[in-house]
């Protein structure tokens, strides 16, 4: 069984490194110029640094350029492309044919990789970008698997395949959407998107020319999100993922926490290894159950098991899960009292959860001590108030520095 990749979002240093930490063999990040995450944490120092951090510890990054260029962008595009080349960095995710024309020309020895914004659904379109030049092809997320197989079959030998197995979904095509430019002026291709079909709306319908046909509108005081779809969650069928040779799997999520990255990554690189070690014996509700931990949006398969799956939309536009909440990072283990950066108000009483790298069940414990990072005074409760606000607690195992404590609420 050949090895696949986990290629893990990074919207910041910090969040490459959790990434890493919790098991990603590749991140995937960008400027927030010139990708299409305007408000990731990322200038170009910062890639640069993700890069170095990164093969120093035998992992990969993918920068992503992948905006829909103007002309007046195309200097700065230059000007990254010839420092990625100097890095080496592994690939360069564009969608613009114009953007891989420079990357050819200004790093020529780095991977191109071709963006969901391409819109590949189609063997051909896949032997049309490898002939001119790019390496691996990031799937179109509305196929289904039989549209996959054939590919994977069909393709040439040394043609990479990507697809996404875990996030956000756009409710236009691909992601190219103009809805956040027409209502916002900021344009979802240049990375600026904010998110209007997330929004509520109130509708008002009548239709007078097909009479039965209602579509499904539930309203509260705030509308109703009509537009909004619910999250991609491929981890039941992550054998059939692995077994039709997909190279990579990748989880959507720039903009999310270091905690969402964290769990979200521990579960599909422990079920890709136990699956991989022990294919009998794969039971994905155990999965299942810790992803359903985290905070998302209602979770759907999209298109990949049917096409004529409906249940896609999340009508309320409300977020699910909500017992368990960011807690803290761990800054520095110590016997007695380890130090933490926390997230959210920790009080003597909580409890909480150690997400452990590369193990799937969580450690368990109760807050019985708290103490003040600076006075080391004993203190009942911390809320948060400045940035980085740290507190000392006893943590029940062994850890390392930025492991990932969630509080169940």
Same mark, same amino acid.
């Not at 979002?9 to 990434?19: L, N, Q, T, V």
């Not at 990040?29 to 408000?39: D, E, H, I, N, V």
């Not at 020319?209 to 539930?218: A, D, H, K, S, V």
């Not at 108030?385 to 969630?406: D, F, H, S, T």
């Given at each position: 069984?050949?090895?696949?990749?986990?290629?893990?979002?990074?919207?910041?240093?910090?969040?490459?490194?959790?990434?890493?930490?919790?098991?990603?063999?590749?991140?995937?990040?960008?400027?927030?110029?010139?990708?299409?995450?305007?408000?990731?944490?990322?200038?170009?120092?910062?890639?640069?640094?993700?890069?170095?951090?990164?093969?120093?510890?035998?992992?990969?990054?993918?920068?992503?350029?992948?905006?829909?260029?103007?002309?007046?962008?195309?200097?700065?595009?230059?000007?990254?492309?010839?420092?990625?080349?100097?890095?080496?960095?592994?690939?360069?995710?564009?969608?613009?044919?114009?953007?891989?024309?420079?990357?050819?020309?200004?790093?020529?020895?780095?991977?191109?990789?071709?963006?969901?914004?391409?819109?590949?659904?189609?063997?051909?379109?896949?032997?049309?970008?490898?002939?001119?030049?790019?390496?691996?092809?990031?799937?179109?997320?509305?196929?289904?698997?039989?549209?996959?197989?054939?590919?994977?079959? %069909?393709?040439?030998?040394? /043609?990479? +395949? @990507?697809?996404?197995? =875990? #996030?956000?979904?756009?409710? *236009?095509?691909?992601?190219? !959407?103009?809805?956040?430019?027409?209502?916002?002026?900021?344009?979802?291709?240049?990375?600026?998107?904010?998110?209007?079909?997330?929004?509520?709306?109130?509708?008002?319908?009548?239709?007078?020319? %097909?009479?039965?046909?209602? /579509?499904? +509108? @539930?309203?509260?005081? =705030? #509308?109703?999100?009509?537009? *909004?779809?619910?999250?991609? !969650?491929?981890?039941?069928?992550?054998?059939?993922?692995?077994?039709?040779?997909?190279?990579?799997?990748?989880?959507?999520?720039?903009?999310?926490?270091?905690?969402?990255?964290?769990?979200?990554? %521990?579960?599909?690189?422990?079920?890709?290894?136990?699956?991989?070690?022990?294919?009998?014996?794969?039971?994905?509700?155990?999965?299942?159950?810790?992803?359903?931990?985290?905070?998302?949006?209602?979770?759907?398969?999209?298109?990949?098991?049917?096409?004529?799956?409906?249940?896609?939309?999340?009508?309320?536009?409300?977020?699910?899960?909500?017992?368990?909440?960011?807690?803290?990072?761990?800054?520095?283990?110590?016997?007695?009292?380890?130090?933490?950066?926390?997230?959210?108000?920790?009080?003597?009483?909580?409890?909480?959860?150690?997400?452990?790298?590369?193990?799937?069940?969580?450690?368990?414990?109760?807050?019985?001590?708290?103490?003040?990072?600076?006075?080391?005074?004993?203190?009942?409760?911390?809320?948060?108030?400045?940035?980085?606000?740290?507190?000392?607690?006893?943590?029940?195992?062994?850890?390392?520095?930025?492991?990932?404590?969630?509080?169940?609420?």
């Amino acid at each position: 069984m050949k090895k696949i990749e986990l290629l893990a979002p990074a919207g910041s240093i910090e969040k490459a490194k959790i990434a890493f930490l919790y098991g990603a063999d590749a991140v995937y990040c960008g400027t927030s110029s010139l990708s299409l995450r305007a408000r990731a944490d990322v200038g170009n120092e910062e890639l640069i640094e993700i890069i170095k951090y990164a093969h120093n510890i035998g992992k990969k990054v993918y920068a992503a350029l992948n905006i829909f260029a103007w002309d007046e962008k195309y200097n700065e595009i230059i000007e990254l492309v010839k420092e990625l080349e100097k890095e080496k960095v592994d690939a360069v995710i564009v969608s613009d044919g114009g953007v891989m024309e420079i990357v050819k020309k200004y790093a020529p020895s780095v991977q191109i990789h071709m963006s969901t914004q391409a819109n590949i659904v189609s063997l051909n379109a896949s032997n049309f970008w490898y002939k001119n030049g790019a390496k691996r092809m990031i799937m179109a997320r509305e196929m289904n698997k039989e549209q996959l197989k054939y590919i994977m079959k %069909n393709k040439p030998d040394d /043609m990479e +395949i @990507e697809m996404f197995i =875990h #996030g956000a979904i756009c409710f *236009s095509y691909s992601g190219r !959407c103009f809805l956040s430019d027409f209502l916002s002026c900021r344009s979802a291709n240049l990375g600026e998107c904010s998110q209007s079909c997330r929004w509520s709306y109130n509708l008002y319908l009548e239709e007078k020319n %097909n009479l039965g046909n209602f /579509m499904p +509108i @539930e309203t509260d005081e =705030h #509308g109703t999100s009509i537009l *909004s779809s619910k999250d991609l !969650c491929l981890i039941k069928e992550i054998p059939e993922i692995i077994q039709m040779g997909i190279d990579s799997l990748k989880v959507e999520g720039r903009l999310k926490t270091e905690y969402y990255i964290a769990s979200v990554i %521990n579960v599909y690189r422990t079920a890709i290894d136990d699956y991989q070690k022990n294919p009998q014996n794969y039971d994905y509700t155990k999965y299942l159950k810790e992803i359903e931990k985290v905070k998302t949006r209602g979770l759907t398969t999209f298109y990949f098991n049917d096409r004529t799956n409906k249940d896609i939309q999340e009508y309320s536009g409300k977020q699910y899960n909500e017992q368990y909440e960011y807690g803290g990072k761990i800054i520095e283990y110590n016997e007695e009292k380890s130090i933490i950066e926390i997230r959210n108000r920790l009080k003597v009483g909580d409890v909480l959860e150690i997400i452990i790298p590369n193990k799937l069940q969580p450690q368990e414990f109760i807050i019985e001590k708290l103490w003040d990072d600076e006075t080391d005074e004993e203190i009942e409760v911390i809320n948060p108030g400045k940035a980085g606000q740290k507190v000392k607690m006893k943590l029940p195992i062994k850890c390392e520095k930025n492991w990932i404590i969630r509080r169940k609420k």
